[in-house]
């Protein structure tokens, strides 16, 4: 009987996780290949999630004696990371002809080890990781070639980032595909496509982390003239954050009735709702390794407007939207892309048909970010339709 293990040997899983894409892969995949999954990981009783199912899919929490921060490195703490990865594998020996198919995520030490475990212990089970990476580090070439030595199949969520492993890595090729993260289309209200669209800018993030660089967000906010426009910030604020934020509308006391921080949105129906509404997603991150809340953005025909991380080139190349040029992580580009993107901004508040999405570029990028086409990916037939007619 086949089965899918979802492999997580992380410190903390949340509730959060099971609605992006390390639930919904699992998840679609079980509703498209008929396949139950169980996902595994580390039992965190303070911060952890305190589900055992998940639309069917069973949630197994592993004990560990040592409460663990972070995942240890085999590099700084052998010793520390052996007994790390021993939790895993001993659940793994003890059920080795259980699972038929494995699902792991990030191309890492951790990783490297787990699969070839995997591999010695029952040389049947099928392994796919999904590499969750826009670009590698030196260290991360390594392990690739390595993983793909004993994975039957990897994805990365970059289209760059697949030449880049088909040109270094080339004896691998067929193993390889750019698999972009979707749009959850089975659980929300498809009245919300039809939602009128409002003069409003929005972002979802998590405010004043160092990659989400909200300074320059508003800086942006604060340099362009907002008409009859709003905008709103939904999402949490890191507590260090707050006195930065008072201090903008201080500076700025006629934007505090034009932006507004409303707080984590936990319902999805109303978080989708939201983008339903607005007309433009700004996205001012350093990085991003792919960015769902940019797919979900352009899902409900909103405007992109971002800084060139994650899938933003991609949705702009191929649909619409403004990407800044330069590279975001080099501060030292702050200067023009805040200028290239303030720019944008205004244009669009001054002529708002300019970001009326094109019908047909809607309904394909509905179609292309649809998790439930995604799974139909002819390397996700491959894995786990092996030796059926496809």
Known sequence: M???????????FCDVHLVKDVGLFPEY???????????????????????????????????????????PSVKKNPIKFFKFIEIFTNFLRKNKDSYSHIMMFHVSSTTLYLVRFIKKLNKSIKIYVKADASKF????????????????????ENEYLLGEINEKLPKYSEKVAYIANGFDNTYFSTKLLSVPKENLIIQTARFGTAPK?????LKILSRVNLKDWNVILAGT??????????????????LKDKIHFIGNISDRNELYRLYARAKVFILTS?????????????????????????????????????????????????GQIELQMKNEIQRVIDSPEYCIVDKTAQDKIRRDFSMSNIVKNKIFKGFFLEGQII
């Open 137 to 156: 580090s030196k260290r991360q070439w390594f392990y690739l070639k390595q993983i793909l030595k004993k994975t039957d199949s990897l994805s990365v």
């Open 286 to 334: 350093r990085f991003e390794s792919f960015c769902i809340s940019l797919v979900e953005a352009a899902y409900f025909g909103d405007y992109i407007v971002s800084t060139d991380v994650g899938i933003a080139s991609t949705i702009k190349n191929s649909f619409w939207g403004f990407v800044a040029n330069g590279n975001p992580m080099e501060q030292k580009n702050d």
């Open 237 to 254: 604020i890191e507590k260090n954050f707050s006195s930065y934020i008072e201090s903008f509308f201080r500076e700025y006391p006629a």
């Open 29 to 71: 995949f079980e509703s498209e290949y008929k396949i139950p999954v169980d996902f595994v990981f580390l039992d965190n009783r303070k911060t952890g999630t305190k589900l055992n199912e998940w639309h069917g899919m069973n949630l197994i929490k592993l004990p560990s004696a040592e409460n663990y921060i972070q995942a």
């Open 213 to 217: 660089n909200t300074q320059m967000l």
């Open 2 to 12: 086949k089965k899918l293990l979802c492999l997580l040997p992380w410190t903390e």
